[in-house]
């Protein structure tokens, strides 16, 4: 059955992203289907039919559109054409209908606080020079100190000062544009109304064709405080917008004006269109004011993310997002890995479990894999059994590890240059997905052809098709349980309640009908109480070993 635009249509009346899945489609790292070792939607395309057997609801794309790639597809070129090394706007077309088809909705994402230094806006500003009304559509300011120093003191997220200097015209040393992430990503004005007009355009244009959903990435920095005043940084200090309190250049209320404005616009399209932000924001207060009603739907969870191993703190944090959200009437988000954080499957090995954003983790010291993936399979069960919507990060569902060891030479991620060569960045995470075979390309492209980044000889018994036919499999282990959450109603809608089970253990039932527990303590644990075990991420007969969890059918009270 579909509805607006053949997007699938659930039938039970609750709308379909208030507990959907949702798995992160990378691009560039996905499946290649012509052969330039870059992932494209032709190789998307030709595994839909994996990800519907997988059992998620909706995917993810990160940007596909021309781009030259300076921060992997976030720095956009055209925000209405799809980039050539990815395909074109039919192929686009095909891959919303074969995914609706199959009963995936489909997510873009929208990268609108900032523009490519080469999207004819950003080059028009350069060429017309300073005081003209092209350059109203950034940041463009004069320099401090004559001229020399940036004209605050703001930070990028990759590191170094958020400002760089343009030589005019006439090759003389100029003013200074605004960038919070890379150079190469110049931030827009969203006071100016040509920006906010040019936007709606943009997100029609995708609405038209048909897409289910939105994601707002870097939604926090698009507004700034008027005047653009220091925001106090001390000398060196990280883009930690976790701690900020009243950042002149991040989650300024303004924000909330434009997500609104886009919010009208999703409203005025038929059919359930989702908006999701991407939020990283000082707690779960502040987070909560993204999805207030006539704002964004849902929200990312970091702190969530960013939580390390240890039963206290993950009960802290999921009661804390429960408690914002409630008042606001909005589903909570899962996540545990993207494209820019280190994967847990290696995180959860550390002896430092929880994660830092944009690939500033990754000096940290080496990681025991044996246990960061058997907490990994745990963390899963956990996240799928919580109430809201999940986020699976492509590669997850074959408890990927990150690649720590890429040779610095391949290394692409800007955080790499722009940290003075301290933070390895993002690129570990983003190494291309092994299908099937012996060795690379691992059917990730074709034999003889190198992936845009290398991937591990060790990756052979982690393919699909060796993951596939065994019962033990990461993979088999992740369909099993989205399998079940799609058959148990519980799993969409009851609220959580914990059950008491001491320090190191989480258990939390969703009706009378449904527990899961997981066991963080170092001890085998009696579980024999809980009922028949529905899935397990690991031994579990009757006793729940540590760094394990399983799915429970209670039998009702
Ligand atoms: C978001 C994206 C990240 C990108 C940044 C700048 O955080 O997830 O990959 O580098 O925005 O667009």
Known sequence: MTGAAGAPVTGTGRAWWRDAVVYEVYLRSFADSDDDGVGDLGGLRSRLPYL??????ALWITPWYPSPMADGGYDVADYCDIDPRFGTLDDADALLAEAHALGLRLIVDLVANHTSEQHPWFRAALAAGPG????DRYFFRNGRAGGAEPPNDWISAFGGPAWSRVREADGSPGQWYLHLFAPQQPDLDWTHPGVR??????????????VDGIRVDAAPAMAKVTGLPDAGHAPGALFESRTWVGNPHWDVDEVHDILRRWRRIGDSYGGDRLFVTEAVVNGPERLSRYVRPDEMHTSFNFDYLTCPWDARSLRAVIDASLAALEPVGAPATWVLSSHDETRHATR??????????????????????????????AAALLTLALPGSAYLYQGEELGLPEVEDLPEEALQDPTWERSGRTARGRDGCRVPLPWRGERPPFGFTE????????????????????QEGDPASTLSLYRAALQLRRRLPELAGAPLTWVDSGDDVLALDRGPAFRCVVNLSGEPLDVTAHGRVLVASGPCDGRLQPDTAAWFATGGT
């Open 348 to 377: 959860f090995g550390r002896a430092r479990t929880g994660a830092a954003t944009m690939g500033f983790d990754t000096g940290a010291p080496s990681a025991d894999r044996e246990l960061g993936l058997r907490r990994a399979r």
């Open 132 to 135: 003209s009304p092209e350059r």
């Open 447 to 466: 034999d003889g052809v190198a992936p845009w980044l290398p991937q591990p000889p060790g990756w052979a018994t982690m393919t699909v098709a060796a």
């Open 197 to 210: 007009e040019d936007f709606d355009a943009v997100l029609r244009f995708w609405f038209d064709r048909g």
């Open 52 to 57: 519907a057997d997988l059992g998620v609801d």
